[in-house]
Nanobody, 121 residues
Framework: QVQLVESGGGLVQPGGSLRLSCAAS????????MGWYRQAPGKQRELVATITSGGSTNYADSVKGRFTISRDNAKNTVYLQMNSLKPEDTAVYYCNGDVRRIGYSAGYHYWGQGTQVTVSS
């Protein structure tokens, strides 16, 4: 079994910063793409940022220049550094990983349980 566990959410004032972490554990052979998604109340889940195993990144237009995604392949961990936060960034943030388990020939997308980020004064 594979688990993705997020941490680092919380309440922050507009203009502030937060750093989210997501650690994958279990019988992992390899992890391809990892990413962060978010879902605000009454809205669909949307992509925030993704990163390949080689370090190539992709960002939603709404977070470009403010958020930075990174990963530590040795720790099976992905990070999201969020700066210049705005009230519209308020959402539950979910981690996703394309994980290939030991003994399997293909990967599967796993999700974390989510962590709440609230930007408010």
């Amino acid at each position: 079994q594979v688990q993705l566990v997020e941490s680092g959410g919380g309440l922050v004032q507009p203009g502030g910063s937060l750093r989210l972490s997501c650690a994958a554990s279990g019988r992992i052979f390899s992890i391809n793409d990892m990413g962060w998604y978010r879902q605000a109340p009454g809205k669909q889940r949307e992509l925030v940022a993704t990163i390949t195993s080689g370090g190539s990144t992709n960002y939603a237009d709404s977070v470009k220049g403010r958020f930075t995604i990174s990963r530590d392949n040795a720790k099976n961990t992905v990070y999201l550094q969020m700066n210049s936060l705005k009230p519209e960034d308020t959402a539950v943030y979910y981690c996703n990983g394309d994980v290939r388990r030991i003994g399997y020939s293909a990967g599967y997308h796993y999700w974390g349980q989510g962590t709440q980020v609230t930007v408010s004064s």
